[in-house]
């Protein structure tokens, strides 16, 4: 096992950030024995990880991260970094290495203070490792003053700090931050591709796993969660209902509160397995009395945190939605696939009948009008408007027709 088998369906990206790691191996190798750096070196000190959703970003840039720390002995027989045992390999992959940085949102957006100790401590050399790695998994949710810290990080980095930064497209990045960074565009997996390592990885059977990585159209982490979480299948068959449950108003509304009921929900679970554990941990850590009480001054350290649970929770009611909000794009793009005669194959097999009967009774332009809607919900909760709002829009969007 490498640090690249779970990169599903990405070997030319895999290569190239293979050939990135000798070469970053080669430079560390050269500093230590005061020799000069390698000629025309693949390696440099920001990189830009675009690709769909499910293609595998953070897990191509965190696999880099590994191979940039890799200490396995082979390297100096020949071998290449990202050995994916040693111990530079292992606590990288697992996020516990002390000179891999992760950032991530919490909220809606990356704030500048989430970002000032990280971009401190990315002008430091390293502490036990061979590089300093600094990733960013959202980089399209930096906001402009967190944004503007990076670029100022990027721009005159340390000689041993990485920056890995993660987003959909090119686009969501500020120009002046893409420009310095090079970029590697990761492409959704195939299907086949995305069950095999279902089989392989995870043991599900192999009927199974076809059918929820066809679900997903090879979103790895949703096929891997649809294939072992019965609540996960539950939510997505209770999506799949919901365009026979439009036909009026009230059964519009009801399905709206409905699905934002169950992402709320889905976010409430997460808070309960989290937040008592981090808020109990930290009191601990600042010597709070058996009786829960705080000593003088740390207040303010502890309403941080729960507001940073908060926006966590938001967060996660959000992309419990979006994934909904992808289930309901796919089943109405299988009935756009039976209007049109198209041969694709059905995203939604197990709803088959459903589908047929809403390709029947309606017309092309329909069923884009309601794809449409769910577009305009997406971007209405990116722009903060209130779930409930949201949602039920669209529902009575996919009533109209």
């Given at each position: 096992?490498?640090?690249w088998?779970?990169?599903?369906g990405?070997?030319?990206?895999?290569?190239q950030?293979a050939?990135?790691?000798r070469?970053?191996?080669?430079?560390v190798?050269a500093?230590a024995?005061d020799a000069?750096?390698?000629?025309?070196?693949?390696?440099?000190?920001?990189?830009?990880?675009?690709?769909p959703?499910?293609?595998?970003?953070?897990?191509?840039?965190?696999a880099?991260?590994?191979?940039?720390?890799c200490?396995?002995?082979?390297?100096?027989?020949?071998?290449?970094?990202?050995?994916?045992?040693?111990?530079?390999?292992?606590?990288?992959?697992?996020?516990?290495?002390?000179?891999?940085?992760?950032?991530?949102?919490?909220?809606?957006?990356?704030?500048?203070?989430?970002?000032r100790?990280?971009?401190?401590k990315?002008?430091?050399?390293?502490?036990?490792?061979?590089w300093?790695v600094?990733?960013?998994?959202?980089?399209e949710?930096l906001?402009?003053?967190?944004?503007?810290a990076?670029?100022?990080?990027?721009?005159?980095?340390?000689?041993?700090?990485v920056?890995l930064?993660c987003?959909?497209s090119?686009?969501d990045?500020?120009?002046?931050?893409?420009?310095?960074?090079?970029?590697?565009?990761?492409?959704?997996p195939?299907?086949?591709a995305?069950a095999?390592?279902?089989?392989?990885?995870?043991?599900?059977?192999?009927?199974?796993?076809?059918?929820?990585?066809?679900?997903?159209?090879?979103?790895?982490d949703?096929?891997r969660?649809?294939?072992?979480?019965?609540a996960a299948?539950?939510r997505?068959?209770?999506?799949?209902k919901?365009?026979?449950?439009?036909?009026?108003i009230?059964?519009?509304?009801k399905?709206?509160?409905e699905?934002v009921d169950a992402?709320?929900?889905?976010?409430?679970?997460l808070?309960?397995?989290?937040?008592?554990?981090?808020?109990?941990e930290?009191?601990?850590?600042?010597?709070a009395?058996?009786?829960?009480?705080l000593?003088?001054?740390?207040a303010?350290?502890v309403?941080?945190l729960?507001?940073?649970?908060?926006?966590r929770?938001?967060r996660?009611?959000?992309d419990s939605?979006?994934?909904a909000?992808?289930?309901?794009t796919?089943?109405?793009?299988?009935v756009?696939?039976?209007?049109?005669?198209?041969?694709?194959?059905?995203?939604n097999a197990?709803?088959?009948?459903?589908l047929?009967?809403?390709?029947?009774?309606n017309?092309?332009?329909?069923?884009?009008?309601?794809?449409?809607?769910?577009?305009?919900c997406?971007?209405?909760?990116?722009?903060n408007?209130?779930?409930?709002l949201a949602?039920?829009?669209?529902?009575m969007a996919?009533?109209?027709g």
């Amino acid at each position: 096992m490498t640090v690249w088998d779970d990169l599903v369906g990405q070997h030319r990206v895999s290569d190239q950030l293979a050939a990135a790691a000798r070469d970053a191996d080669a430079l560390v190798t050269a500093a230590a024995a005061d020799a000069p750096p390698p000629e025309a070196s693949k390696m440099t000190h920001a990189w830009l990880f675009t690709g769909p959703p499910g293609a595998g970003r953070n897990q191509a840039a965190r696999a880099f991260a590994a191979a940039l720390q890799c200490v396995s002995p082979d390297r100096a027989l020949g071998g290449s970094p990202g050995c994916g045992f040693c111990d530079g390999c292992h606590t990288a992959l697992v996020g516990t290495h002390a000179d891999v940085s992760t950032i991530a949102a919490v909220g809606a957006t990356i704030l500048v203070r989430d970002m000032r100790d990280t971009v401190r401590k990315s002008f430091t050399a390293p502490a036990n490792g061979r590089w300093q790695v600094i990733l960013v998994e959202d980089a399209e949710r930096l906001n402009e003053s967190s944004a503007n810290a990076v670029l100022k990080a990027v721009e005159e980095p340390a000689s041993r700090t990485v920056w890995l930064l993660c987003a959909p497209s090119v686009e969501d990045v500020l120009p002046t931050i893409r420009s310095r960074c090079r970029h590697l565009n990761l492409t959704t997996p195939s299907v086949d591709a995305v069950a095999d390592l279902l089989v392989r990885r995870e043991g599900i059977e192999p009927d199974v796993a076809a059918a929820v990585a066809r679900a997903t159209q090879g979103h790895v982490d949703r096929a891997r969660r649809l294939a072992t979480d019965p609540a996960a299948r539950e939510r997505r068959a209770a999506v799949l209902k919901l365009p026979l449950r439009v036909e009026d108003i009230g059964g519009a509304l009801k399905a709206a509160q409905e699905l934002v009921d169950a992402a709320a929900e889905d976010a409430k679970q997460l808070a309960e397995q989290t937040d008592t554990k981090e808020t109990d941990e930290l009191k601990a850590a600042l010597g709070a009395t058996p009786g829960g009480r705080l000593p003088r001054g740390t207040a303010g350290v502890v309403k941080d945190l729960e507001d940073m649970q908060k926006r966590r929770r938001t967060r996660t009611q959000r992309d419990s939605l979006d994934v909904a909000l992808t289930d309901l794009t796919s089943f109405y793009r299988d009935v756009l696939a039976l209007q049109l005669g198209s041969r694709i194959a059905l995203a939604n097999a197990d709803a088959e009948d459903t589908l047929e009967r809403l390709a029947r009774g309606n017309p092309p332009e329909s069923t884009l009008r309601r794809i449409e809607a769910i577009a305009a919900c997406r971007d209405a909760l990116d722009r903060n408007v209130a779930p409930l709002l949201a949602v039920e829009a669209m529902t009575m969007a996919l009533r109209a027709g």
